[in-house]
Every structure is written in structure tokens, then in C-alpha cells.
């Protein structure tokens, strides 16, 4: 009884140090490795400004939506509606504009608005009648693809979509720079100024990082949580609203698919610098190696299947090599 | 009292003891929890374990459990001392704990919860449940259990709850049975049939170790009683010497202080007035006045209500009766959030769960409740770091928190620094009341007297201050006044020289019996 021996050390402290780097920036190497990786194998096709640039524009509605569901991970909720969100308001503006005729500005307003209106219904969902954010988002998203349906009959808008629709998604109006990558780089910078540097942003952290506490330190949860639910929602409306303008028409689960790489993109971000945390940051180096993959499996011709497998398998090895070396790091 | 028909004499004459532990030890740190703590128990008895809170019985139950290893001393188990102890061994060696936060699922049946973690027969690879619940079933009976083995249990009473972990126990055939303040939250009707079961336990030969507060259940279930007083056992009670006077004397430790009534009338305006405040079961009409610059203590047993009084003053919870006025104006906050507005702060009792988010910055856990300070203005809402950086590092300054940096996690901290930053929030926003809940629970005796000098210092600014604790001579070293706490109600207010800590544990226990009369009286 009386030997109080110390546990024997399994890592050394320069191994953990070592460790704990490399959980922060592993992500990072291997964004860089994969892309001097295809740089390797496909010199021609794919290090050109070209691709580069062909990437990055099809990386930006991920980047936008992603973008939303981090304020919604960070006040520690998820919001599962955000790629049937987006499908129904694809559907929605063109509709308006096609069918109803309404002038192009005035529909996109509405339906950012409307993106809010969703956000706020998931928000109440979730802060006054307590049901669990999963339930309450999957709910309301099955619901928005039950209107987009009911909308649309199912049958895509194609027909009578105006030019100028198109082009809010395939102009380049500054410097000759994709309008969805002026865009991304708007709306990103906008959440990162917003999270890490203004008094809400802060309030954010505090609720998704201890809710207890932020609520004994006097702060409105139920407001904050709400108001990441709506940043979420318009986010989702404004990726519909440039998805149905680069496909000219409004289809019925054209957005659907976002929703998975969104989570991707936000967990990948999470084992990305910072240890275990959401932030803006990550979850665009997060998108990026998912649009940086899909384009290099594309350039080698790997069938369509193998896209899936690679999002979901660099998933798991990037956040649980990350989750792992933090776990020894601090063993 | 009444004595129980156990040969407890005969019992450790003739056979060894079931339990003997002598000469336990444990320091966390450089605090001694525990030192030189014995106890034996017999087999079938029903063996009574009190002390004051901070007395060590808790660690002492950790250490029997194999949740924490003593740094010395011996166990022994039927004359045979046992090694480390593990949760595994202590089961396999015949030892049960149930603790007040009982383990259960609620989706499942009584049956089910009586065998969680238990192997179970098997047909044919299925678990067998037909031919578990005959087995169960009269265990289940003689411990009193009335509902169906197959019910759910969410519906069952907290009471009901523990005579299932008490059949789980059997069916583990365990000869000791460890109860921590098995009666905390449960009606007099309630703990009548608890008391059954374990009479019953003891007549078939199972032990029982009863922890409590409550002497009455003490004496009149307990042959033998250990006291425990500073990490020691002081003394072990049984037959005629088993007296409710006894035991406090011995809880106490030398004789008890009567209480100066010594009113000063000579104090400035009166700050939060409280009156009939109330939320049962935990809080049944306090009353009092809390004026600037004073230190007002709240002394009690743990589960006197002290905390709950707190929240509702903050308003974590709502009150359902009384009232309060702040400042000479009415005051009912409907959240923490309206508390802080009208100038009232928390510093909580469970800093790492309810203070801190433990992976941010020393700045940032400082500035969440001080966004106004640290912004460029109205607006525009924008953090500025400079604002931010000079306010940290000047309550690390202030308080001397030892830290490399502003931006180091909190996490890092020791858990007086970490307090320092919890109270420094609070400091910044000179609230007009605090309220600290345990403040130097867990916290080193030098930071201790700088978290009390804050204190002081604070309430020597005008803040009108409440400070909750348990540690013994915390209230007598700091507070200008004491509200002595017992279930839900004050029943001593203690002030001046009156304030001891012989005082305020008398206070807490005499108040509890004045109180269980009352409860005794009443036909529910």
C-alpha cells in the first residue's frame, strides 16, 4: 500500500512537442503534399493557373456553406438543413425570377431573407422547444424538400432563366476574378472578422465552448445560438441562389450533396492549427483538400465512386490522426 | 434509541473483522485529506461514519473503493491484508458502493438495472431473462423492492432507486455495503423503507458502512460509529456512549462555543434585501440583509441549500416564493443575465464546469463577461486587442496570477489562478454584489490567502459580498457575519466573536435536529 509509484512516462517531452505539432499541422502537409503529389505525376494539366483557379471557383460554394455551418458548429449545435436549404432556395429564386417574373435584385434579397427565416425556425426549434439541433435541423430540412417538390413538381426550371441570373455566378466583374471566388473570399472574411474579432464572435466562442459557463458569466445563450443558426441559413440561401445561377436552373436536391462536404470541410478545419477548434480558417483549408482531391482524382480519370470513398476516408485519417497525436500529446 | 440485535462484540471476538483499516493516509498535493484513519466493521453490522465537511470521509470511501490510493496505511479484509486496490478488486473482495448520484438507465427495466454490469445465464448464447428474474425475485422482494422486475424505472422514486442498487449489491453478493448520505433526497415515508432494507441486510449478514449527516438516522440505525475530524478518526462510539451530545462534541472537537449575540447597528445601507426567498425541496424561506462592504458568510453541511440559495439570487433558477430588493428596488431576475445587468455576480463552485472554457486564453475567459470594456465602442463592435491585452494584464497584475502570458489557456493553470481569473471577471465589472460559491475549494494555502485578501479588499471598496463555504476555518477567517444553513433554512446567524468554527458546525447539526423534529411532527 505504502509505494506511491509514479506511472512510467510512455512518450518522451520531445516526442509529445512533436506530436502536438503535427496534430495542428498535419492537415496542412498534407494539402501540401497532395497537391505537389498530383503537381508530380500530372506536370501539365494540373499546376496551371487554369486549374488552380478552376478549383478554387468550384471550391467556393462549399467554402460559403461551410463557412455558415461553422458559426452553427461553434455555438455548439449542428444544422443538418443546410444542403436541402439550399436546394429549395435554388429552386425558389429561380422561380421567382422565371415564373414570377420579380427583378433579379429583389429575389435574391428575398431569398437570402428567406434563408435567415430558416435559420431563425431552426434556431426556436432548437432553444425553446429543446429538441435536440440533429432532430430539429434533419426535420425542417426534410420539410424544405417536401416545399421545393411541391414548388417545382419536381421538374427542373430551365427555360426563360435570364442571362444576367447566370452571370452573378459566372461573371467576373473585379479584375477578371470568378464572381464566386470575390464572393467566398467576401463571406469568409466577413464570419473570421465576425467570430475572432467582434464582441459577438466572442460570445460565440464562449457558448460553444462551455455553455455553462457563458450562461454564469451572463450571457443571452438562447440569443446566440440562434443567431448561428440564421448566419448558417443565409449562408445556405446564398450557396442555392449561386448554384441554380451556375447551373441555370432551379433543380430540385441539386444541393443536397453540399451538406456532406460541408461537415467535411468543418471537421476537416477543426484538426487544422488550432487543437479540436472550429474556426473559419480551418474549414477553408478543410474545403480546400477535398476540392484539391476531387480535382486530382478527376485528372487521372478515377471513376466518379472514388470521390466518395476519398472524402469520407480522408475524413476519418485526417481528424483521427489529429485526435490521436493531441490524445498522446497530452498523455 | 434503539439498539439492533447484532452480537457485535462476540461477532469481532469470534471471527476477525470483515473490514479493518488502520493508519490511512492521503494527501493531494500539499493537502492532507486524510491521516491516520481507522475503522472496523464486523460482519452484518451496520457501522455509522460522520464528520463535519473536509473531515475525510469521502477520501476515505475513494480509497476503499480503488478510486484513489492511499499514500499509507493497511486494509484488511477478514484478518487478511488486501494490496492496491482497484474498482475490480474492491467488488471481487465483497465491497459495494452506492453513492447519492446513483448509476442507471433510465430506458431500462427494474430487472435489467439490478443486473447491469452483472454476467447473466444464458440459453443457447441469449441472455436467459425468465430464468434471471426467478432468481432476482426474491432478492428483489426481501429488499423491499414493491414495483414489477419489468417496469421502467423512470417512473420509480429516487427510494426505490436505491433499494434496486442495494438488490444489485446482493446479487453481487457483497458483504459491505457503502452508503453516502443515502437519505439527501428523500421523504421521511421514503427513508423509512431504505432503514427497513437495511435492517434486513444486517439480520442476513451483509454490512453496511452508512455515511450521513443526519445523527438522528445515525443513532437510531448504527450500533458503532466512527467519527471523523481532520483526515483522523477521533473516536468510535457504541453502546451507552452513542449520544446525539457525543457525536457533535466529537464532530466539533472540544467544547462547543456558544454564540455571541453581538449586533452591530452601526452598519451603512443595506444592499440586497431578501425576504421568504423559496424553492423547495432545496430552499424554504431565507431571510436576510446583505449590506456594502460586507463579507457575509453561509456556513452549512453540503445538501443544506446553500448553493441553490445562490443560483436564485442570481438568477440561474427562479424562486417560487419571497422576494428581493436590490438597491432599495425590487428585484426578480429572470436569468443570469439579468443578474449581471442589475450588477450581481457568480463566482460558482464548479469553476472548471460553470466559470471557465478551459481551452481559451486567461484573456479571453476574462473578458466574457466585459465585452463593453473591450470594444472600440458601440458602434463598432469590433474586439480591440489593445483594450483587451492592457485588461488582462492588469488583473494579472492585480491579482498576481501566474501565467506566461494573457494568452495562455486557461487549462494550464493551477486552480488557484484559475479562481483568480473566475473572481478578476467580476473584479472588472465592480458589481455592486458577489457572491462566491467555495472560492478556494481546490485551491493551495498560498493562494488561498490571496484569493482572501482579494475578498477583503473588495468588500473594503463597497461591494457587498457573500462568500459559501464548507472549508472549516474559512467563514471564521473571513466573514463579519454568518447565516448557518440546514436544510434550506438559516437557523443561526453568527456574528463577531461568535463566529467559530465549533460554532458553525453546531450550528449546522442542531439546526438539522430542530428541524427533524419539526419533520417528524409532520404526518407526511
Redesign the interface.
Given at each position: 500500500?505504502?509505494d506511491?509509484t509514479v506511472r512510467p512516462r510512455l512518450l518522451s517531452p520531445r516526442t509529445k512537442v512533436w506530436l502536438g505539432t503535427f496534430a495542428r499541422w498535419g492537415t496542412i502537409l498534407g494539402l501540401a503534399a497532395m497537391i505537389l503529389a498530383f503537381a508530380w505525376l500530372s506536370p501539365r494539366a494540373f499546376p496551371t493557373v487554369l486549374n488552380f483557379t478552376n478549383v478554387l471557383n468550384q471550391a467556393s460554394l462549399t467554402m460559403i456553406i461551410a463557412g455558415g455551418l461553422t458559426v452553427a458548429v461553434l455555438v455548439g449545435e449542428l444544422d443538418l438543413s443546410i444542403g436541402f436549404a439550399a436546394s429549395l432556395h435554388g429552386v425558389l429564386v429561380t422561380g421567382l425570377i422565371v415564373a414570377s417574373g420579380l427583378p433579379i435584385p429583389l429575389a435574391v434579397v428575398l431569398i437570402l431573407a428567406a434563408g435567415a427565416l430558416v435559420g431563425l425556425v431552426n434556431g426556436l426549434i432548437v432553444t425553446k422547444m429543446k429538441v435536440n439541433s440533429v432532430i430539429a435541423t434533419l426535420g425542417v430540412g426534410t420539410v424544405l424538400t417536401g416545399l421545393s417538390f411541391a414548388y417545382s413538381s419536381g421538374v427542373p426550371i430551365v427555360s426563360g432563366v435570364p442571362e444576367a441570373f447566370l452571370q452573378i455566378s459566372l461573371g467576373r466583374w473585379l479584375f477578371g476574378i470568378p464572381n464566386n471566388i470575390v464572393l467566398m473570399v467576401l463571406v469568409l472574411g466577413g464570419l473570421w472578422?465576425l467570430v475572432e474579432?467582434?464582441?459577438?464572435?466572442?460570445?460565440i466562442?464562449?457558448v460553444g465552448?462551455?455553455p455553462?459557463?457563458?450562461?454564469?458569466?451572463?450571457?443571452?445563450i438562447d440569443r446566440i445560438k440562434i443567431i448561428g443558426f440564421v448566419i448558417s441559413g443565409v449562408c445556405a440561401a446564398l450557396v442555392g441562389i449561386l448554384l441554380a445561377s451556375r447551373l441555370g436552373s432551379g433543380t430540385t436536391s441539386a444541393a443536397d450533396s453540399y451538406l456532406l462536404t460541408a461537415f467535411a470541410s468543418v471537421f476537416l478545419g477543426s484538426a487544422t492549427l488550432r487543437?479540436g477548434?472550429f474556426h473559419i480558417l480551418g474549414t477553408l483549408v478543410g474545403a480546400l483538400i477535398i476540392a484539391f482531391g476531387f480535382n486530382g482524382l478527376n485528372i487521372f480519370g478515377a471513376p466518379t465512386w472514388s470521390q466518395y470513398v476519398f472524402q469520407g476516408s480522408i475524413l476519418i485519417i485526417a481528424v483521427g490522426l489529429s485526435s490521436l497525436g493531441r490524445h498522446l500529446a497530452e498523455s | 434509541m434503539q439498539m439492533s440485535a447484532m452480537e457485535v462484540g462476540q461477532g469481532r471476538r469470534a471471527v476477525p473483522p470483515l473490514l479493518a483499516v488502520s493508519g490511512l493516509a492521503k494527501a493531494y498535493g500539499g493537502a492532507r485529506a486524510l491521516s491516520r484513519a481507522s475503522l472496523e466493521i464486523g460482519p452484518g453490522e451496520v457501522h455509522g461514519l460522520v464528520g463535519a465537511n473536509g473531515a475525510g470521509k469521502s477520501t476515505f470511501i475513494k480509497c476503499l473503493a480503488g478510486l484513489t490510493?492511499?499514500?499509507?496505511?493497511?486494509?484488511e479484509i477478514d484478518g487478511q491484508p488486501v494490496?492496491?486496490l482497484t474498482p475490480q478488486a474492491a467488488g471481487d473482495l465483497g465491497m459495494s458502493f452506492i453513492h447519492q448520484e446513483l448509476a442507471f438507465v433510465p430506458g431500462m427495466t427494474v430487472l435489467q438495472n439490478i443486473m447491469l454490469g452483472l454476467p447473466k445465464k444464458t440459453r443457447w448464447g441469449m441472455v436467459d431473462w425468465a430464468a434471471i428474474a426467478r432468481d432476482v425475485a426474491p432478492v428483489a422482494a426481501r429488499t423491499g423492492i414493491t414495483a414489477p422486475l419489468s417496469a421502467n424505472v423512470k417512473g420509480l422514486s429516487i427510494a426505490e432507486n436505491w433499494l434496486i442498487n442495494i438488490c444489485r449489491a446482493q446479487m453481487r453478493r457483497a458483504r459491505l455495503i457503502v452508503m453516502d448520505e443515502p437519505t439527501a433526497s428523500l421523504s421521511a415515508k421514503e427513508a423509512g423503507a431504505l432503514f427497513q432494507a437495511i435492517r434486513d441486510l444486517s439480520s442476513a449478514g451483509v454490512a453496511v458502512l452508512y455515511v450521513s449527516h443526519r445523527l438522528d438516522e445515525i443513532l437510531d440505525l448504527c450500533a458503532r460509529v466512527t467519527v471523523f475530524r481532520d483526515g483522523q478518526s477521533v473516536a468510535e462510539l457504541s453502546g451507552a456512549t452513542l449520544t446525539r451530545r457525543n457525536l457533535i462534541d466529537q464532530i466539533v472537537g472540544g467544547r462547543r462555543a456558544e454564540a455571541a449575540a453581538k449586533v452591530d447597528h452601526t452598519r451603512p445601507q443595506v444592499v440586497l434585501s431578501v425576504r421568504n426567498l423559496a424553492r423547495p425541496p432545496r430552499v424554504h424561506g431565507v431571510s436576510f440583509d446583505l449590506r456594502a462592504g460586507e463579507v457575509l458568510g453561509i456556513g452549512g453541511l453540503v445538501g443544506a441549500g446553500r448553493t441553490e440559495l445562490a443560483r436564485l439570487i442570481?438568477g440561474?433558477d427562479m424562486a417560487l416564493a419571497g422576494e428581493m430588493r436590490l438597491n432599495g428596488t425590487s428585484y426578480a431576475p429572470r436569468?443570469?443575465?439579468a443578474?449581471?445587468?442589475a450588477g450581481v455576480g457568480?463566482v460558482?463552485e464548479e469553476r472548471r464546469?460553470?466559470?471557465?472554457?478551459?481551452?481559451?486564453s486567461v484573456a479571453?475567459n476574462l473578458?466574457?463577461?466585459n465585452?463593453?470594456k473591450?470594444?472600440h465602442g458601440r458602434a463598432l463592435?469590433?474586439?480591440s486587442t489593445r483594450r483587451r491585452e492592457a485588461m488582462a494584464l492588469r488583473i494579472i497584475r492585480d491579482l498576481a496570477v501566474k501565467v506566461p502570458t494573457s494568452g495562455t489557456p486557461v487549462e494550464r493553470l493551477s486552480g488557484g489562478n484559475q479562481q483568480k481569473v473566475v473572481i478578476g471577471?467580476w473584479l472588472l465589472r465592480a458589481p455592486g454584489v458577489l457572491i462566491l460559491d467555495e472560492p478556494t475549494r481546490g485551491v493551495d494555502i498560498g493562494a488561498r490567502a490571496e484569493i482572501h485578501r482579494l475578498i477583503r479588499d473588495l468588500a473594503a471598496s463597497g461591494t457587498a459580498i457573500i462568500v459559501i463555504s464548507s472549508e472549516p476555518d474559512e467563514l471564521p477567517d473571513l466573514a463579519d457575519r454568518v447565516l448557518v444553513m440546514a436544510e434550506g433554512r438559516v437557523v443561526r446567524e453568527l456574528t463577531g466573536s461568535g463566529i467559530t468554527r465549533q460554532a458553525i458546525v453546531a450550528a449546522s447539526y442542531a439546526g438539522q435536529a430542530d428541524h427533524s423534529e419539526a419533520r417528524n411532527g409532520d404526518p407526511t
Open positions: 500500500m505504502t506511491a472578422l474579432r467582434t464582441a459577438l464572435g466572442q460570445e466562442q464562449a465552448g462551455n455553462a459557463a457563458a450562461r454564469l458569466a451572463g450571457i443571452d487543437d477548434e | 490510493r492511499p499514500d499509507s496505511g493497511t486494509i494490496g492496491p442570481f440561474a436569468s443570469p443575465a443578474a449581471v445587468k457568480l460558482p464546469a460553470e466559470a471557465l472554457v478551459l481551452p481559451k479571453f473578458q466574457i463577461a465585452l463593453a473591450v470594444v463592435p469590433f474586439v471577471r
